[in-house]
Every structure is written in structure tokens, then in C-alpha cells.
């Protein structure tokens, strides 16, 4: 690992919470910025997209432009710059500018759907009322979540080696997709969160391209959405994402970028948009509504709705500078997003000035990304594209490496 994360004043750094703390330890951060020079290695990043050509030299430039607005934002939080401009966080995590989400549409096909289900509605708050009745008969058994993930791994697993692998390279098809430790955390604050490893070798010296998935063991999810969230962030999601840049890394097929993979970059924000398309794409479908599980389609839209979510909590918070309890208020009432969900949108995530400025909106714009590039792009062309085997690409870049 560099020094940047290595050396004693990094771990002093992380003990303290770092500059995300409720009071930064001012010493500790100064101590670290004395023995790294975080601008100098964001320059010589900005510097290597100058020199590197094609696709590869503007996957630098846009990760610098991301790595320069989260400094400014360090700085910004630390009381020692200037805040930084919305819409500059926003274009550097996703290329394009801040706007409202329209979820009308998404609302009217599942307001069908769920009419269908026996829960038929009217109004705005009979919708948000049969979303929460549909949710309460097919909630996942706490006790279950482990033995239902597994099921849903190896099904996705299968679809996966039908509908992706072949549009592959050869040389990557083997590569362990869904190497995948679920871990269940007692009254965890957090629904659940992926971490890909990656160490872990076997005795030919070969990688594992192993996971761990910590999740809530106290989630309250319906069985489709919980099929959705194993989707996305296991096979053909984010593991499976991590596991093949991986595997193309080990083969010599893509550079050192790519053991740098972050939140908050372009590159973060497509695989938000992988994960979230990850089941159309096991499926070998290009729309929610050629599912043909009616519960499942209900569990997809409502996954797309938490993303209109993440975005309206975002600009409404930092775009119009909306109280919180209007916000959640709003992303409760019109994407339909549980309570819970609402609160920690319009609160912890959507007011920290990090995430909610760079990392809400990236699910929403992702997620259209890759849903245009597959309506527009047959599979030969589109899954290579979006998995970095045609080069390594962010939300920006993927489009040319699909032509």
C-alpha cells in the first residue's frame, strides 16, 4: 500500500474519524498533510491523464477532477477554504449537471403493478400506503437473510454464466464472480455495505477475488427488493465488477488505475448503475417491465425510486436548501421510500457535505448510463464496454469504449 495509507499519521488520522468527525482533531490532520502532500499526488494524477492517450488518459482526467473537488471539500469542512460549489461536486461525480428527479413515470407503472396485487390506489397517500402493505406481507425473516442471500447468489450465479460470461474475453470468464462472506452486524446503523478484498490467494498464487458484505441483521426488506440489493451488490454487481477489473489487472489487460477504484468518482458512479441494472442484466432483459416476475418488476421499480430518492434529497438539500424535515418529508411522499430511508436520505447522508453532494446523485445517473448503453448497444458491445474489458472507463468514457 502507498504511504498515504500507511505511514503512523494516516492511522492516527482514521483513529479520529479523520475530517468526516463531528470535531476533526485539527492536530491530526495537520500532522498527516505534513508527511503526505495530498495536492502534489492529485497533480501528478491530473499530470498522468495529460500524458496517457485514449480512453485510458481521460479515466485520469476525471478521476483527478473527482479527487480535486474532494479535497476542496476536506478543506471546505476543516474551515479552511471556500465552500464548494453543488454543481461542481456533482459534474465531477457524474458528469453532468444537478437536476430534480422525475419519478412520475416510475410511480405510475408500479401504482399498476401493485393495483394487480391486490392493493389499488388513488391518491398519493394510498400509493405510499400500498407500497407499505405489499412490503409488510413479503418481508425477508431476519433469521433467513444469510440462507436467502445464498439462494439468490447462486441464481443469479447461473443467469450470470448465461447472459453475461459469453460476451466476455475468454481469459476473464473464469474469474470467481460472487466470492461473496455475507456478515451480519447486530443493530448496525447502516442497511449494508461491500467491501471487496481482493487479497486472499490460493496456492498457485492465484486471487480468490473475495468479498464481504456486512449487512443489517435487523433489515427490514421485502423478499423482491432483497433479491434487487443481492443483485446489485453481489453477481453480476459489484462483486463480480470488482472481481473482473481484478482478474483483468492480474492478466496485464489494465493499469494501476485500477487497483484505485473509490466512491464518490466516475468510476463509482458507473458501478452504481451496473449494480442497479444488475438484475435486467443477469436476466438478459433491457427494461423493468420484461420481467416476468410481477413482484420482482414491483421490487425493481421501487429500487429505482430509492435512487430518484438519493438525488432529490440531494439537490433539494443543497440545490434549493430545503429544511430536512421538508425533505424527507418529499422523498417519503414521492418516491415512496420507507421512513427510515427518508430520514437518513434528508439527514445523515443527504446533509454530509461529501456524500451529499457527490455520492447521492451518482446512483440515479449511473443507473440511466448504463440502462441507454444497453437499449442502444446489442450485448457484444455493451457488456465488455461497461465491465472495463475494452479499457478502463468511468460513467463518461463508457460510451466510446461501446462504439
Known amino acids: 500500500m502507498p504511504e498515504a495509507y500507511t505511514h503512523p499519521a494516516a492511522a492516527k488520522l482514521r483513529q479520529t474519524g479523520g475530517v468526516a468527525a463531528k470535531e476533526p482533531d485539527a492536530a491530526a490532520v495537520d500532522a498527516y498533510l505534513a508527511a503526505i502532500d495530498v495536492p502534489a499526488a492529485i497533480a501528478a494524477v491530473a499530470a498522468e491523464g495529460h500524458r496517457q492517450p485514449g480512453l485510458r488518459g481521460k479515466f485520469f482526467d476525471g478521476l483527478s477532477e473527482c479527487l480535486s473537488a474532494m479535497w476542496d471539500l476536506s478543506m471546505e469542512i476543516l474551515g479552511r477554504g471556500p465552500a464548494v460549489p453543488y454543481a461542481r461536486c456533482v459534474v465531477a461525480a457524474t458528469g453532468r449537471e444537478p437536476e430534480p428527479s422525475r419519478p412520475g413515470e416510475k410511480r405510475r407503472r408500479l401504482a399498476e403493478l401493485l393495483a394487480r396485487a391486490g392493493h389499488p390506489s388513488k391518491t398519493d397517500a394510498e400509493l405510499l400506503a400500498a407500497v407499505d402493505a405489499w412490503r409488510r406481507e413479503r418481508m425477508v425473516p431476519a433469521k433467513s437473510i444469510s440462507t436467502l442471500a445464498n439462494a439468490f447468489i447462486a441464481r443469479f450465479d447461473a443467469l450470470t454464466t448465461k447472459h453475461l460470461a459469453p460476451h466476455l ?15 451480519p452486524i447486530q443493530d448496525a446503523w447502516f442497511s449494508g455495505f461491500m467491501s471487496y478484498v481482493g487479497r486472499a490467494r490460493n496456492p498457485d498464487g492465484s486471487p480468490q477475488y473475495e468479498a464481504t458484505y456486512e449487512i443489517n441483521a435487523s433489515l427490514s426488506i421485502s423478499v423482491p427488493e432483497f433479491e434487487q440489493l443481492v443483485g446489485h451488490e453481489v453477481v453480476p454487481g459489484h462483486v463480480t465488477t470488482s472481481a473482473l477489473v481484478q482478474g483483468l489487472y492480474v492478466r496485464g ?25 444488475a438484475v435486467l442484466i443477469a436476466l ?10 410481477a413482484d420482482l418488476q414491483i ?39 420507507s421512513e427510515e430511508r ?20 451518482a446512483y440515479r445517473a449511473g443507473t440511466e448510463v448504463v440502462a441507454e448503453l444497453r437499449r442502444t448497444h446489442p450485448p457484444e458491445k455493451a457488456l465488455p464496454a461497461i465491465y472495463g474489458c475494452r479499457g478502463l472507463v468511468d460513467v463518461v468514457t463508457v460510451a466510446e469504449a461501446a462504439e
Not at 475468454?170 to 456478515?183: C, D, K
Not at 421499480?301 to 438539500?317: F, G, I, R, V
Not at 424535515?325 to 422523498?331: H, K, L, N, P, R
Open 284 to 293: 438478459g432483459l433491457t427494461e423493468v417491465e420484461q420481467v416476468p416476475d
Open 253 to 277: 489487460r489494465v493499469g494501476f488505475e485500477s487497483t484505485i477504484l473509490a466512491m464518490n468518482t466516475r468510476w463509482g458512479t458507473l458501478a452504481e448503475g451496473i449494480g442497479n441494472n
Open 299 to 337: 421490487g425493481l421499480w421501487l429500487a429505482h425510486l430509492q435512487d430518484d430518492a438519493k438525488n432529490q434529497a440531494s439537490y433539494l438539500t443543497w440545490g434549493e436548501g430545503m429544511p430536512q424535515a421538508e425533505v424527507a418529508s418529499a422523498v417519503r411522499r414521492d418516491c415512496l421510500v
Open 169 to 183: 474475453p475468454e481469459e476473464v470468464r473464469s474469474v470467481p464472480r460472487s466470492n461473496m462472506t455475507f456478515v
Open 342 to 361: 427518508a430520514g437518513k436520505f434528508a439527514g445523515a447522508w443527504g446533509r454530509h457535505p461529501l456524500f451529499g453532494r457527490m455520492n447521492l446523485p
